[in-house]
């Protein structure tokens, strides 16, 4: 290996940094007085504190999944902070402290709404951002030209102060608190996440997007999203996610859930940037995640895109249940795997309406040390009259210490029912790099090129903006796979 | 109690089970071990569960061995109250270069009360292998019944016809006294 290359490899992860801003803590450790602690801080009305002490009671005689096809860490969930959160200054109560704002910056978020409207940037481009840094949301822009169309978009705990009704008909609607034994840890002691809901018939003018960044040391991030689309309405909606460089695994305890009604459309897209720990396989994020979304209504849509390339340990399998007639959904997933990183990832398709259709292609990539597993459920009911689905699950190995992995499981109990599944395992053959060799493309640029052609079909699936930073994704977390 | 074959270089093996009514179902846990390069598999399955059987099957091929092929065929028709589950695992050791490994599993359901699973997986520590399975379960096609029923085939007629070309893969390898049992259990289904 050359110079050039070791020192691009040496890059390793430019979201690594540390911002030094002053936080508060609650203690470490997790009982009832510090989920009410948390409680307080947030001002939650009584309803919310008894769903999480509820919550963490039945935590409490659950044990924690070892299904997964992962070397799990030990977790000592009483050495855990379960909330920090930038210190507010004083004199400017209302502003946010600019240590962030340049954070935020740094990672190519753009938290100034003035730039767009005063047209430094093209309009087309506009996002709406729901910030994250910690345990609190920092800011959420356009608030006010999405609340003209009637779009709640906010952070969770704002949706708690001034959209209670909403939020208690949906929250656990769709992963029940116990449904398992991280998602019952995430109803206790949740901090904060992003609410959406997009009023009936309307269709989102912007894309709205949440940013999830851990900074403070010694704590886990515990996300909650809930995303609601009334009749007829459409929303795509993207998520980002970095954390600091260090040695100590972090723990990511997220639940998100989408509910889609009748004639709605979601697009859902994760490019998931966890910082995955050094070559030895120390530090790195643990994304232990339950994301769920159900639709509802006849004829709703829901469609998942994730490309994943951080964290030390992903356990994550997005899902849909198809309840309402003729509804359809996607899962388009690239995992990409490097080092001594695990992923156990996939998602679950539940047939239940007549009609109901869903299409799973997952590519996987494995190199270095790492394990790339894809896990699914297509499941049809007795009533799920002409429903169809079709699963494409591939993987490529980068290396002869690697493992690739396919557990799918197929269970069809309706005899109108159509399920395909298919999957092929494979390396880059040496007459593709033997092709690229000849034409002047370098050993490293080669693999780059092939594994961002053999994820094509998912990558051209993401929003614009997120595409171009997922093929730079690919080919950094790819850096130092062959030499 | 799983049956276990091994397989050291250069020996092959052609196995066709078969799971219908009338039989023992006594094979219903294989597992096969390639131990040595060279060594082939070559296993085919049929499984007819008419009424209110209940069949596992459960089939393990491990690869310990570079330069080994293993190919897998299964095919089965469950009616009436069946359940059948087909769980089958290709498993690469680290190092077994050179693998090539190929899993089919399909299913048809004949009825409303019938269930049918499967769970193909893959275990691959090399990457210099060629691996692949596929899945499905279906129905007999209506169109296909439609162009036989507009030529004058009775209906009954067709779906046996549908169900023979369906399971052929598998029943070609039987002798002629075993097929024709087959058959005649499809006739009946």
């Given at each position: 290996m050359n110079q050039e290359l070791k020192d691009i490899t040496g890059q390793e992860y430019k979201e690594g940094f540390v911002t030094e801003v002053e936080q508060e803590y609650v203690p470490k450790g997790l009982n009832e007085d510090i989920i009410r602690m948390i409680s307080a801080r947030k001002d939650e009305p009584q309803w919310l504190l008894d769903f999480r002490l509820d919550a963490f009671r039945k935590w409490q005689k659950m044990k924690a999944p070892t299904w997964g096809h992962l070397d799990l860490p030990p977790i000592d969930f009483q050495d855990i902070i379960y909330w920090a959160a930038p210190k507010r200054d004083a004199d400017r109560p209302k502003e946010i402290d600019p240590a962030l704002m340049e954070t935020f910056d740094k990672l190519g978020?753009?938290?100034?709404e003035r730039e767009v409207l005063a047209g430094v940037k093209p309009k087309e481009s506009q996002v709406a951002v729901d910030a994250v840094f910690d345990s609190v949301s920092v800011t959420t822009t356009f608030r006010k030209s999405l609340s003209e169309k009637g779009i709640i978009f906010c952070s969770f705990s704002e949706a708690v102060r001034e959209h209670p009704e909403l939020v208690r008909k949906y929250l656990a609607s769709v992963v029940p608190v116990t449904d398992n034994f991280y998602a019952a840890l995430n109803s206790a002691v949740f901090s904060d996440g992003s609410f959406c809901y997009i009023p009936k018939?309307?269709?989102?003018p912007m894309e709205l997007s949440s940013y999830f960044r851990i900074n403070a040391s010694g704590t886990g991030q515990f996300e909650r999203t809930l995303i609601i689309a009334d009749e007829g309405s459409r929303l795509s909606y993207m998520e980002g996610c970095t954390a600091p460089m260090r040695d100590e695994n972090q723990l990511h305890a997220a639940v998100v859930e989408i509910i889609v009604e009748k004639d709605a459309d979601v697009k859902y897209s994760t490019v998931q940037n966890w910082y995955p720990g050094d070559a030895q396989g120390r530090g790195g994020i643990l994304n232990l995640v339950t994301k769920r979304g159900i639709?509802?209504?006849?004829g709703s849509h829901l469609s998942w895109t994730q490309v994943e390339t951080g964290s030390a340990v992903t356990w994550k399998y997005p899902s849909t249940?198809?309840?309402?007639?003729n509804s359809s959904s996607e899962f388009y997933s690239v995992a990409l795997t490097n080092n001594r990183q695990q992923a156990d990832t996939g998602t679950k398709m539940i047939h239940i309406g007549r009609g109901t259709r869903s299409r799973i292609i997952s590519k996987g990539i494995s190199a270095g040390h790492s394990q790339n597993s894809y896990r699914g459920l297509v499941r049809v009911n007795p009533g799920a009259e002409g429903a169809r689905n079709y699963s494409q699950c591939d993987s490529l190995l980068i290396g002869s210490k690697c493992g690739a992995h396919t557990f799918p499981v197929i269970m069809n109990s309706c005899p109108s029912a159509t399920v395909e599944h298919e999957a092929t395992t494979s390396k880059i053959s040496e007459d593709q790099m033997f092709y690229c060799a000849q034409r002047g493309i370098a050993p490293e640029e080669a693999v780059s090129l092939i594994v961002n052609g053999y994820a094509r079909d998912v990558l051209q699936r993401l929003p614009m903006e997120f595409a171009v930073e997922a093929q730079k994704l690919i080919s950094v977390s790819l850096e130092g796979a062959i030499g | 109690m799983s049956k276990v074959y091994n397989l050291e270089a250069g020996e092959k093996l052609t196995l066709t089970l078969l799971y219908v009514?009338?039989?023992?179902?006594?094979?219903?846990d294989i597992e096969v071990n390639l131990n040595g390069p060279g060594a082939e598999l070559d296993l085919a399955g049929l499984y007819l569960c008419p009424d209110g059987e209940s069949l596992d099957i459960r089939v393990v091929v491990r690869h310990n061995s570079g330069a080994c092929l293993s190919r897998q065929m299964f095919k089965g028709i469950v009616g009436g109250k069946s359940r059948a589950s087909f769980d089958g695992l290709i498993y690469v050791a680290q190092d077994s270069q050179k693998t090539k490994a190929y899993q089919e599993s399909h299913s048809i359901l004949l009825s409303s009360e019938a269930r049918a699973e499967s769970r193909p997986q893959l275990e691959i520590y090399a990457d210099d292998v060629e691996c692949s399975h596929g899945a499905t379960t279906g129905y007999l096609n209506p169109d296909e019944q439609f162009y036989m029923r507009s030529r004058g085939i009775p209906e009954q007629e067709a779906k046996r016809l549908q169900m023979i070309s369906f399971l052929a893969p598998v029943t070609d390898r039987l002798d002629g006294s075993t097929r024709a049992e087959v058959l005649d259990i499809l006739s009946r289904m």
């Open positions: 978020i753009p938290l100034h018939g309307v269709v989102c639709c509802k209504g006849s249940i198809l309840k309402g007639d | 009514p009338g039989r023992p179902w006594d094979e219903r």
